[in-house]
C-alpha cells in the first residue's frame, strides 16, 4: 500500500545530541513537508521540498536541518541549536507542484523526547 | 496577523448530539479550506476540503463544513456524534497570501461521553 513511513515512532535524546528523523514514501510525491506539534499550537511548518535537491525554510526552521537526494525520502535532523526539540514531528507528501488543490498526505508521526 | 483560529480548544459533547466545531480564517481572499482529524499519537486524516463551488462540503465519516464568506468561517458539523469520533480536529487554510503554504489552527479536541 502506498503511503509515508516515520521512523522511529519513539526517540528519546539527550541534550546536546543531533537526531536524524526518517521519512520515506512510496506515493511518487513531488514536495515533502515538516511539521513540528506542540499542544495547543497546532501545526508548524519547519521545512518543505519541492523537488530533489531543494528545500526551502518554513516558520520554524532554526536548530533543523534536512536533505532531499532523493525523491522518496526527506530526513529531518534536529540539532543541538534547537533549544526546545521535545515534540511530535509530522513529516507529510504532496503530488505535483505546491498547490492549495493537491491535499497533504501524512505519516504517523514521530514524537521525540529530550532528556 | 493573518491567522486560522478555533476558538475551542475542548469540546465534549454526548454520544448522538450533534457537533459543530468552529473554524475563523483572516485572509483577504478566499483561501483554500480544511477539515482533517487526528486520532492520539497519529498523523493526520482529511476530512473534507473546500476549494469553490457549493459553499456546503460533505466529507468522510457523516462530517459536513459550510464555507461562510461574510464570516470567514468554516464550521465543521456532525447531527450524531458516535464515540469513535473522539480525536482532535484541526482546520487548515491555504492562501498566496500567506506565502502558498498550508496553515493550521491550534486545533480542537472533542470528547464523547456516553
Known amino acids: 500500500d502506498g503511503g509515508i513511513t516515520q521512523s522511529p515512532k519513539y526517540l528519546f535524546r539527550k541534550e546536546g545530541q543531533n537526531v536524524t528523523l526518517s521519512c520515506e514514501q512510496n506515493l511518487n510525491h513531488d514536495a515533502m513537508y515538516w511539521y513540528r506539534q506542540d499542544p495547543g499550537q497546532g501545526l508548524r511548518l519547519i521545512y518543505y521540498s519541492q523537488i530533489v535537491n531543494d528545500f526551502q525554510k518554513g516558520d520554524i526552521a532554526e536548530g533543523y536541518s534536512v536533505s532531499r537526494e532523493k525523491k522518496e525520502s526527506f530526513p529531518l535532523t534536529v540539532t543541538s541549536a534547537q533549544k526546545n526539540p521535545t515534540a511530535f514531528y509530522l513529516c507529510?507528501?504532496?503530488?505535483?507542484?505546491?498547490?492549495?488543490?493537491?491535499?497533504?498526505?501524512f505519516g504517523a508521526g514521530s514524537r521525540l523526547t529530550v532528556l | 496577523a493573518q491567522s486560522v483560529t478555533q476558538p475551542d480548544i475542548h469540546i465534549t459533547v454526548s454520544e448522538g448530539a450533534s457537533l459543530e466545531l468552529r473554524c475563523n480564517y483572516s485572509?483577504?481572499?478566499?483561501?483554500?479550506l480544511f477539515w482533517y482529524v487526528q486520532s492520539p499519537g497519529q498523523g493526520l486524516q482529511l476530512l473534507l476540503k473546500?476549494?469553490?463551488?457549493?459553499?456546503l462540503v460533505q466529507g468522510i465519516k457523516g462530517f459536513e463544513a459550510e464555507f461562510k464568506r461574510s464570516q470567514s468561517s468554516f464550521n465543521l458539523r456532525k447531527p450524531s456524534v458516535h464515540w469513535s469520533d473522539a480525536a482532535e480536529y484541526f482546520c487548515a487554510v491555504f492562501t498566496l497570501e500567506y506565502g502558498n503554504k498550508l496553515v493550521f489552527g491550534a486545533g480542537t479536541i472533542l470528547r464523547v461521553k456516553s
Open positions: 507529510a507528501s504532496q503530488s505535483g507542484r505546491i498547490s492549495g488543490a493537491n491535499v497533504l498526505t
Open positions: 473546500y476549494f469553490s463551488g457549493d459553499t
Open positions: 485572509y483577504g481572499a478566499t483561501p483554500y
